[in-house]
């Protein structure tokens, strides 16, 4: 049996997905990043509710991923690869009518030949590197894609002409994506004098997307918004000073929860778990969790994360162990095996955000996410 499970809030899930349709406006689809097991959340649990507020459009990384989703989505919901696929898996994602970015010659070559084989188009996006230096075609390779793709339209079906932007949740990197954007605009425009239109124009991620409206083009791929976090504290408080009414239009949808596993009690001038990276100064009262690394819980959280437990918030003492960790509660009464304690959420009077969860940035939201396990089971509540 798990030692821990994960809460999904549906309706703090509809608001947020209510507040991306605002986003995007009339014009942009909103194509859903659900890579990394839905940032942590869950594709099995997210992508169904997604498509019950009738979003259809979904991103992932990987082909695996893609599969997952594909397996619980409707039946007319639309699935891009950003990233890998082995080769060999090539018909296998033509068969399956998933498109996918486009971004060397060799993947564009057998895009083709497994076409042919398949006898159904390839749904390709072709992948511009405009200045992150990680993957796609250099913009100068424009004019001889655009021949490519031409020559080759028997098999393939050109989905999108995309981008991705090197940070633009900090003002710091504005010059930079000033200059993104200049190459991916003189792309289009290529793409457009010579009569190549692709479904979808796509750049913009959830930083972009509220920072950016002009951006926007016919997609968004936005992934970190749609679960409740900022990409950073800079888009949250630019955004704030742009409104009237000073109010986060977002909310967390995961709580991760466990109950104590059993108490002690540790004399002062004692350590408390392995070493000595935990003295008592007095009698402390301590709650064992069944929780630890191996589950999740960062080794770095070590004398530093936090933990609700009968609506106070107390603090990780030690080590985080491989299966446990140890949080004081000598000033918490009424502390019982079983009770529940939230690593992450809120009660009625205070919160853990996944941010907090060690004096860490924003930034590590999404690496946080992500690693939470896929078999902790997750749970949908209202
Ligand atoms: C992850 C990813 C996104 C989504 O980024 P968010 O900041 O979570 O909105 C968009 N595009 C690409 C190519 C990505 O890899």
Known sequence: MNSSYIEISQSSYQQNLQFLRKVAGKHAEVSLVVKGNAYGHGIEVMVPLACEQ???????????????????????????????????????????????????????????????????????????????NRTGFSPKKATELIEYVKKHEKYLSLEGVCSHLAGAESIGNYVRIKRQVKHYNRILNEFDAKGLTPKFKHLACSAAAIRYPSLRYDMLRLGILQYGFWPSREVFIEYLNKRKRKIDPLQRTLSWKTQVMTKQSVKGGEYVGYGTSYLANQEMQLAILPIGYGHGFSRLLSNQGRVILNNNRTNVVGMVNMNAITVDITNIPNINIGDEAILIGSSADTEISVSSFGEMSTQMNYELLTRLPLDIPRKIVA
């Open 54 to 132: 009738g979003f259809s459009h979904f991103s992932v990384f990987n082909y695996e991923e893609a599969l997952r989703v594909k397996n619980v989505a409707k039946e007319d919901s639309d699935v891009m690869i950003m990233g890998f696929f082995a080769k060999e898996d090539t018909e296998n994602v033509i068969q399956r009518e998933l498109s996918f970015f486009v971004f060397d010659m060799e993947r564009l070559d057998e895009a083709v030949n497994a076409s042919e084989r398949v006898g159904k188009k390839a749904r390709i996006h072709l992948e511009f590197d405009t200045g992150m």
